[in-house]
């Protein structure tokens, strides 16, 4: 083939693939539509390979395009049970329609238009979490220097950086995209040809069919095919869906601690019967349903998620009870839509710094950072300057007394106190100025010097990484969907061929 005639090909199949493509979106790729598909590739091959007589090719194409448009039409029956398809098109093209099964059973069928519609929803899936994240990314570059308490076991622990701990947030969905095209990969293999468990004595051409089905590869082992391998994909789905959930839920959670608080650094724009909702009984109350019912959505999600584990344990390999595309096809949509509310939820929260640096200033969030620097410029021993450190926070309470307040000669006493067992003579190392600027949060935050850490060089190079790995799960999802939709216009275009007598 030349170079021009080669490339005037491949512009006459891109623009019939994203013509194509329109066409399906609207249609929508249900178990009837693959059907119709395999049907097509199967007649397609099985006459270029003289499995089936090319005379005979225009009357059970003709018969195809006649169920699949009845299908279209609004209302009709799109059947997906291979015993239903077929009575359909041997009326529509006589028995010699039923020529196309040779080599093929429900079961190889099944499991291939499973496999496609589970490829669609991981796609979906991938794209939305992209979206969410791009939302996510792009406020931790935001609040890189908003400087907030964060929390362990439910109690401020640290001052941070709000936009450093919604990176660690989204580093959490950057391995759930992994896992997602971990998974694609291997749910991206064409069962056709493998009949009901050991291949045919009609030497099909699977290779071909996978190609014209947008499928990767195939799967290698017909046994595999429909007995292990379609089993065992729909349990690997339902953990990714449940690791994004548990992801957003504790997101979610993080929030609604806030609202316990009674001026929180954190909430909703209260936006009336969309975020929040003034209780009916209690006028300074706003619930924030956005976050309640969010949450609600992906406790419903995650109940789905067991479905495919609960289904596919103690059956003998092949049944069909893991299988089903429409209890599984509403899992991943589920977690689809969870993480569209997920993204409002982002869009509508207000960060409110003064207040987070008050609460930060309010309590002892800082206390640790006296024991470090006693120990990385003094070479204190840094049990010794965690118990100093611990006795100005005892004291402090119990005297009602707030960090940047706390009196360097009481501090001074402190360290004398503590020191007696080791050096009486010892002296508090720290200057007044040095002991108060360790105490103050915003330096702490901005003192880090890990790697990882929320200081700025890092969060300016870190944001940049999750961007850049964003563009490449956007990337990634765009070949696979133009992959899937190329294949499927040049599968059309070689089957209208056979329509011509």
């Not at 006296?370 to 450190?389: C, E, I, N, T, W």
């Amino acid at each position: 083939m030349t170079g021009s005639y080669q490339k005037f090909w491949t512009g006459v199949t891109l623009v019939f693939a994203c013509s194509w493509a329109v066409a399906q979106k609207n249609a929508g790729r249900d178990q009837f539509f693959w059907l119709g598909q395999i049907n097509k590739a199967s007649a397609v091959i099985n006459v270029d390979e003289g499995l089936l007589e090319r005379e005979k090719a225009p009357k059970i194409a003709a018969g195809i395009v006649k169920v699949m448009a009845d299908g279209d039409k609004p209302g009709a029956a799109r059947p997906f049970r291979v015993v239903e398809f077929e009575p359909l098109l041997i009326s529509a093209a006589g028995q010699e329609a039923s020529l196309l099964h040779a080599g093929r059973s429900s079961q190889d069928m099944f499991a291939t238009y499973r496999a496609a519609i589970m490829r669609d929803n991981l796609l979906d899936l991938a794209d939305q979490l992209t979206k969410t994240s791009e939302t996510l990314v792009r406020l931790s570059e935001k609040h890189a220097q908003t400087i907030v308490p964060n929390y362990t076991n439910g109690i401020a622990a640290q001052p941070n950086s709000l936009g450093h701990a919604w990176l660690g947030h989204a580093a959490g969905f950057e391995r759930d995209a992994q896992r997602i095209r971990e998974a694609y990969a291997r749910i991206d293999r064409s069962p056709m040809g493998t009949t009901v468990l050991n291949g045919s004595s009609w030497p099909l051409n699977r290779t071909r069919m996978a190609n014209y089905l947008g499928f990767e590869t195939i799967v290698d082992n017909a046994y595999d095919a429909a007995q292990i391998s379609s089993s065992e994909y729909p349990v690997e789905v339902s953990a990714i869906v449940t690791s994004i959930g548990l992801h957003t839920g504790h997101f979610i959670q993080d929030v609604m601690s806030q609202y316990g608080q009674i001026r929180p650094w954190i909430f909703l724009v209260p936006l009336r019967f969309v975020n929040t909702q003034i209780s009916s009984a209690m006028p300074q109350k706003q619930n924030p349903i956005l976050l309640t019912e969010t949450r609600r959505e992906i406790s419903s999600t995650l109940a789905l998620a067991m479905g495919p584990l609960m289904r596919a344990h103690n059956i003998t390999p092949g049944m069909q009870d893991p299988k089903e595309e429409s209890s599984n096809t509403e899992m991943v949509q589920s977690a689809v839509q969870f993480l569209k509310r997920f993204d409002r939820i982002l869009n509508a929260l207000v960060v409110d710094p003064d207040r987070a640096l008050e609460e930060l200033n309010s309590d002892w969030t800082a206390s640790q950072e006296l024991a470090d620097v006693l120990m990385r410029k003094y070479k204190v021993p840094f049990r010794v300057g965690h118990h100093f450190s611990t006795d100005i926070v005892k004291h402090a309470k119990q005297h009602n007394i707030k960090p940047l307040d706390f009196p360097y000669a009481e501090a001074k006493r402190i360290y004398k106190e503590v020191m007696k067992e080791f050096d009486p003579q010892m002296e508090l190392p720290m200057s007044e100025v040095e002991f108060k600027s360790t105490l103050n949060p915003v330096a702490i935050v901005q003192n880090r010097a890990t790697v990882g850490g929320p200081q700025a060089s890092e969060m300016k190079r870190m944001v940049a990484l999750a961007k850049d790995k964003l563009k490449d799960q956007q990337k990634w999802t765009t070949e696979k969907r133009q992959k899937i939709n190329q294949s499927l216009a040049l599968l059309e275009k070689d089957f209208q061929r056979l329509l011509q007598p």
